[in-house]
Every structure is written in C-alpha cells, then in structure tokens.
C-alpha cells in the first residue's frame, strides 16, 4: 500500500503520518465504536504521548526505544487516574470532561517553557536507530499493523464482546454480573494506551513535540476520521485518515482559509454517507450492517443438547433463599412500598401480583439494586445485599428480567445468549482467546436458544426479532445467569398464545430446580402455575398464600381484578373536543393499496390492503412478526414504502417526513408508551398541543388518574398510566386517526376496562386503528377486523362475524396449540 500511495505521488512522510493517526483513530473508535463512550478530548494522550516520548529522549535515554516505552507507560498510568474521575459521569458530561483534561494539559505544556519548550515545542530530536524516512516509515507501519492486529484479536475476545454489551445496554451487563465500571475503565486505559502509542510515534516522526494537538481546535480530529471512515466498521478509521490528512493536505496547498472549503465537504459526506466510506462502500456491494467484528456464527452443533436447570437440592426447602422484612420505599410524598416483610423458598414458583402502580417493579428494583430502599433489610442466602452493588447481587444468584424488554439490540441473538452464560465463565473477562472458540459456552448457549425456540434465528440481530421473539430471547439471556433466584417481571407480555403455551410451560419447570418470583397480569396462568401468591396493593402486602386462598380474597378482588368481569360502561362524562377537520359519514378517511414495505432491503408487507371510516374503529390482528407494527410505522413514515399507496382523505402521505403525516391528522400512540421519562405529565401532554386538538382538561376528564399524577415524572409512572399517558398525548394533537400499538400489553385486568372505556368513547369521534395480540380484548369494541399472516392480509369483515367464528381464530391466531 505504502508502494501504491508513493506511485501516486503522496510522500513517504504523509502515508507515515496516515499510519500513526489511522491507530489514533482506531484506538478511539475502541471507545466509542465498542464500549459506547465518545471523549471530546481524546487528544490529551496523543499529545502526552509525544512529549513524553521526547522528554524521555532528551532526558533519559537518547534512543527511539526508551521514548515509546515511556509513552506507552505513561499513558496506561495516566489513563488509569484520568478514567477513575471522568467516567464517573456519562454521556455529554463523560465527553465535555476529556475535553476539559485536553485543554489544561495544553494549558500546562503551552506555559511550561523550561520543560515542554512551550509555544515552540521540543525540536531537533536525535532518532540514532532509525535515521532515515524509509527505516522510520518502516517501523512505523510494522508498530501500526501489529497494533490493529492486537485490537482485532481483542474485540473478538470475551473482553471484546463484553465491550459491545456494554455499549449496547450497560443496565443489562450490570444485571448479568458484570461490573460494568470496571469494563468501562479498561476500555478507557486501553484507548489511552494506543493512543499515547500513537502520538510517541508522531513524535518520532517530527523529530520533535508541539503543543497545538493538545489545543481544542484539534481535540476533534480522531473524531472527524472516525466519523468520515464509519464509526461502526473496524477498517472505518483507515479511511477516515486517509481522507482527513490528504483533503487537509490538498486544501492548505491551495487555500489560506482552507477550513472554509474543508468544513462544508465534511458536512455534505456527513449527510451522504452517515455511516461513512467504509459503509457506503458495504452499500454499494450488497452488504449491509456494521463490520465491528468478523460475520458469522460458531458452528452449531450436530445435536443440541437440550436445557437443563442447575440443581438446586442442595438448598434446605424448609429455609427461606431471600427473606425481606419492613422494606420500604418513597419518591417525595408518594409511597411505593410501605414496610413488605416476606419470604421467598427455595424450589417454590412464588408469584407477585396487583394493579399497575402497586409497586411490584419498584419492589423488583430493590431487590436487584437498581433502586436503594429508604428503609428495611433484604437477606439473600443469608447474606445481607441490602446495599450491595448489581452485579455483586447478580454473581450470588439472583438474575431478573425486565418489564420492559431488556436485551442487546445490536448484536445477534446467539450472541446475546453468549454473553449473559459469559458472565459466569472465568474466561469472561480473556483479552486473547477467541470468544467464539469457547466450546462449553456456545453449547451451552445453543441449549438455551433451543429451549425458547430461536435456534434457527441465531444469527439475527437481536433489533431486528419481533416483538414476540425480543421476549423470548431476554428470557433465554435471564436462564443463562443459572441463578438460583429467577425474577422474572412480566414474561408474557406481549406474547402469542403458542408462544405463552411454551414459556409458561417452561417457567413451571424451572420452579423444580431454582426459586422463581413471577411479576404477570395473566390470571388464570398465575392461578395454574403458582404454589404461593402474594399480592400488592398501593405499596402494601395485602395478601400472601396458596392462590386458591388469594384469588378468592375480597380485599383481593376489589385491588387487583375491579370489574374486569364486566363490560366497560361508556361513561356519562362528555366526549372530547371534535377532530379539528370533521369527516362526513361514508367516506374513505385512509385508504392503502398494494402496499409492500420492510427493513434494509427486506419485505415484511406484502401487498396489504385496508380501509378505513372515518370515526371507525378497526383492529389489525395477527401473530407475532407478521407484520403489524410494520404496517403502522409504514402509515406513520418511519419504515420506506416499496410499492403501493397510502392515502389519507383521497390524498398520498407515503413517502412524506413523519411529522408532516402527523400534522395530516394521523397520530401514532407506539408500543412501549415511549413517553419522556424526565418530564412530568403535564409537559408530556402540553409538549405536543396543538390548535385543534384536546385540551389537558379533556385529558384529565378522559383518564382522571393523569389529574392525579400531572406533578409526576413520568418515570415514575405505573405502566398502565404510562399508557394513559401516551394514548392522552396523542390526543393532543388536531388527529382524525389513532393508531394504538398493543395499548393492553402487560396491564392489569382493571387497567384494561379503565382502557377501553375511553377506546369507546373516543370511537365516532375519531377513526381508531387497534394492533393487539389477544382478539377478545378488542373485538368487542371495533366495527371490523383485518388477520394479517406473513405480512398479507388474510381475512378482513366484521368483528362479530370473526368472534363468532373460533375455528377461523384458531387458524389463524394460533390460539388454539395443535
């Protein structure tokens, strides 16, 4: 290469200096490409690097040799106190910190003549091994090469891929028995390490150290070559470098101003290939995604071994695993726990249940970590954890899953599963051995996938399952700790009926083998599968027992189930304020034709066709992956359409930016509520008023609870207020369709009639597109029914026609387990 860029007229010196800062650039994108943290001043060890080079050659030893070793030293010590204090913050303030620590060791070198030369440096050092351009451009490519090479092996490495976890969910690391700090710490030595490399070598290059790498104007330089070359692909940082060095090289020649050609070129290939050359290059020959680490799986093993739970009969069943006494827990004024003394056994499947906002996640936070209690005590296998770190609680055996779906987004389902039986590995923390070369933990790791069913879907990023599938891998990352405490919060949210079939089938039998505290609103499934209920209510055990005893408890009925036996009354309240542009009867209101729509070149829609009234409600039904959200994102323009139309009152909105086709009248309340959990209520709701909409006093008069807790972030709220909340929101925009995504997932009983009172209300009002998973939730309260199977539509008509018929539900639900 060296060869072919001096054949093409670039110095020997500049494709040096490329080498030197594509490893600057390589050992920042470690940082932010691997371990998910990006330093403003990434810059203060490529600059210490150089003059400590040349200190140590000026004042300790006069060869290369002794230069590199002292920055390379430096840099490791130095990193190792720098990272104690910045990574103490995260995000914007974890960056503006390097960014501070740059610009005072420039402050130091700059005035620190007698040292550092100040503003003119330390000149004229002697380079005795390598004297010429040729031998020190030897050297400096073969140091380059062996250092990429040792990054390479490194992220491919447990290190590595614990790296990306951290990057993609540092919660979930922590919850697996990681000690999430110290990842982070040694991903910042070691950037600082590489870098320091670096910047000794750029000292040997100059023969000489200057300050201006330390100032601001280039603390951004590794950054801008990351970005230019691809932040997400290994090989970004070469062309980065390359690009950055030579256009700067080219544009001073030319320009006294260069910059101001420089910075509007920087800014057009920033929007024409936001994932930079190496990824538009990926483009351009057919492959898609991030190159981080080599493609490809470990080979799957001719016969998977099937999943089997750890014994746990060495644990006495007559000694409660965690006891918890006078555990109590308060935000302000507002009290989510009040003095919960309780017992879990071992080998005993315990299950807690209450109205959404009883506290049962809260509880659930105290006893992993996530959240300290004001007061009370928690004993796990006699051991105090009340105070005790997450990952610490995690290593003694207690493992959880998440309400809200909790896994790596960014790296495969296999390769999530890998990572959480990693953490109990005592390679798991290995800088050398290859990850995949593990043969204990990739079996392993096939085992759990098999026992949820994704086996065949392994090499699939984890973004990219379905809803239904997100769920069960998270279940498999929990198993995969072989914890003798499950918590597991909600695991059937959101599930098909098959799908609950089978993990219920399999929760039951993990209760033979570990202790399991079950979170579900499912009833009748708690009923079947529980030895012992107990129940929460406004922060209060108010039951605690076997669930024949518990379900028949009236304090029981009148907290947890309210009148969900009966049909929800519309209330006698007025209706909301009337769509800003009224509809007349009869109308088309959206019409969609032919539509063919899906991820990255693939096609999840099929040719869909659908209909609506205006102010009729519509439910959109079907199993998990075929296609339902897809098809709402797709109304909403945030999945491209292929081919087909979509037209709101006879007029096309596809292709149109998403807030233009809300400004249309089409107003999306998403799965997973996804309100702003920093803001409260109120400025949830009034962040998106509009002329037209309703009003926060129609709100309130909708959903009264929102009155109640308009003061309250909205972190702090229950998830079926979070619901309340989102749907409110949605209505405060001038819409004339609501497009509800799985508005019942994972809400109680009484939740759910407080729901579709207002869904009947609203219906008339405004047209109502339903996605859920359940058909007996919402077919009493919409008009017709559209049963989507492999992105098509394969029945449409009535929703009375469809309840009545439960073969054809059968069919094509699955709600029947053949």
């Known amino acids: 290469m060296s060869v072919l860029a001096v054949l093409a007229g670039i110095p020997l010196s500049r494709v040096t200096q490329i080498g030197i800062y594509m490893l600057y650039g390589a050992g920042v994108n470690l940082l932010i490409a691997y371990v998910g943290l990006t330093p403003f001043g990434a810059s203060v060890f490529f600059g210490c690097g150089s003059y400590v080079a040349a200190l140590a050659m000026q004042h300790v030893a006069g060869n290369e040799a002794m230069g590199l070793l002292a920055a390379l030293l430096f840099s490791l010590v130095f990193s190792v106190v720098l990272g104690l204090v910045v990574l103490r913050r995260r995000g914007l303030y974890f960056s503006l910190l390097t960014l501070a620590a740059s610009q005072i060791v420039f402050e130091v070198v700059f005035r620190w003549t007698a040292l550092t030369g100040g503003e003119n440096g330390l000149q004229n050092l002697p380079r005795p091994l390598l004297p010429n351009a040729l031998s020190f451009h030897l050297f400096a490519m073969a140091s380059v090469v062996l250092c990429l090479w040792l990054l390479w092996r490194l992220v491919h490495a447990p290190l590595g891929r614990a790296f990306q976890g951290v990057r993609d969910n540092e919660a ?31 000292a040997l290059m100059l023969q000489g150290a200057y300050p201006n790498n330390l100032s601001w104007q280039h603390a951004g330089d590794a950054l ?36 101001l050609v420089f910075a509007p070129v920087l800014i057009v290939f920033a929007l024409a290939a936001p994932e ?17 680490v080599r493609p490809g799986l470990p080979p799957r093993p001719a016969a998977i071994r099937p999943y089997v739970a750890a014994d746990g009969a060495a644990l006495d069943p007559a000694v409660p695993l965690l006891t918890i006494r006078g555990l109590s827990r308060h935000f302000g004024s507002l009290h989510v726990a009040r003095e919960i003394d309780l017992d879990v056994m071992p080998r005993q499947l315990h299950s807690l249940i209450g109205p959404n906002g009883a506290g049962k996640t809260t509880f659930f936070n105290m006893l992993t970590g996530i959240l300290p209690p004001n007061a009370g005590e928690i004993r796990f296998l006699g051991t ?46 290995g800088i050398w051995r290859d990850a995949h070369a593990l043969r204990e933990i990739n079996e392993e790791s096939w085992s759990l996938l098999a026992a949820v069913g994704l086996e065949a879907r392994a090499g699939e990023t984890a973004d990219s399952l379905p809803h239904g599938a997100r769920r069960l891998l998270e279940i498999a990352v929990t198993l995969a700790t072989d914890a003798k405490l ?72 009148a907290a947890y189930l309210g009148k969900s036996g009966e049909a929800p009354a519309v209330s006698a309240a007025p209706p909301l304020a009337a769509p800003a542009v009224p509809s007349q009867a009869g109308e088309e209101l959206l019409r969609v034709e032919g539509l063919v729509a899906g991820y990255g070149g693939s096609k999840v829609l099929d040719g869909i066709d659908l209909l609506v009234r205006p102010g009729e409600a519509v439910a959109l039904l079907g ?60 400025d949830n709701l009034l962040i998106a008023a509009r002329p037209g909409g309703a009003s926060l006093e129609d709100a309130f008069r909708l959903f009264p609870r929102l009155r109640e807790r308009a003061s309250v972030a909205a972190e702090n709220l229950s998830g079926g207020e979070r619901q309340m909340g989102a749907i409110a929101r949605a209505l405060m925009t001038p819409s004339r369709l609501l497009l509800l995504d799985e508005p019942f997932e994972g809400l109680a009983p009484a939740i759910v009639a407080e729901l579709t009172e207002a869904i009947l209300r609203l219906r008339g009002e405004r047209a109502i597109i339903l996605v859920e998973h359940h058909a007996e939730k919402v077919l009493p309260v919409v008009e017709r029914v559209y049963v989507l199977v ?11 026609d469809f309840a009545a018929d439960h073969a054809l539900q059968a069919r094509l639900l699955g709600v029947v387990e053949a």
């Open 276 to 292: 930079g050359l190496h990824g538009l290059l990926r483009r351009a020959t057919g492959r898609g995604g991030w190159s981080l």
């Open 384 to 429: 105090d954890v009340t105070r005790m770190a997450v990952h610490r609680r995690a290593r003694l055996g207690l493992a959880r899953s998440f309400q809200i779906i909790s896994i790596f987004p960014h790296l495969t389902a296999f390769e999530n599963v890998r990572l959480a039986v990693q953490a109990r590995s005592p390679h798991r923390h």
């Open 623 to 682: 199993r998990n992956g075929v296609g339902k959200t897809t098809l709402l994102r797709a109304i909403t323009g945030t999945v491209p359409v292929t081919e087909g139309r979509i037209l709101l009152q006879g007029k096309p909105v596809q292709g149109q930016p998403t807030y233009a086709i809300n400004h249309r009248g089409i107003a999306l309340v998403p799965e997973g509520r996804r309100l702003f959990p920093n803001l409260t209520v109120r």
């Open 790 to 800: 492999n992105g098509r539509v394969a029945h449409a008509g009535p929703s009375a």
């Open 486 to 557: 499950l918590l597991l919060d909600e695991p059937l949210a959101g599930l098909a009926e098959a799908d609950r079939v089978v993990v219920s089938r399999l929760i039951r039998q993990l209760a033979t083998s570990h202790a399991v505290l079950l979170v579900e609103h499912d009833l009748d499934r708690v009923v079947a599968l529980s030895d012992r209920i107990s129940v929460l209510h406004q922060g209060r055990l108010i039951a605690d027992g076997p669930p024949s005893a518990v379900v028949g408890d009236p304090a029981v009925i």
């Open 172 to 202: 979930r690391m922590a919850s697996l028995g990681y000690d999430t700090f110290r990842l982070k710490l040694v991903g910042f030595v070691l950037t600082g390490s590489f870098v320091g490399f670096a910047g000794g070598l750029l």
């Open 224 to 259: 801008l070559m990351v970005v230019i070359g691809g932040v997400h692909h290994a090989l970004g940082p070469l062309w980065g470098a390359a690009v950055f060095i030579l256009l700067e090289d080219w544009l001073s020649a030319l320009l006294e101003n260069w910059w």
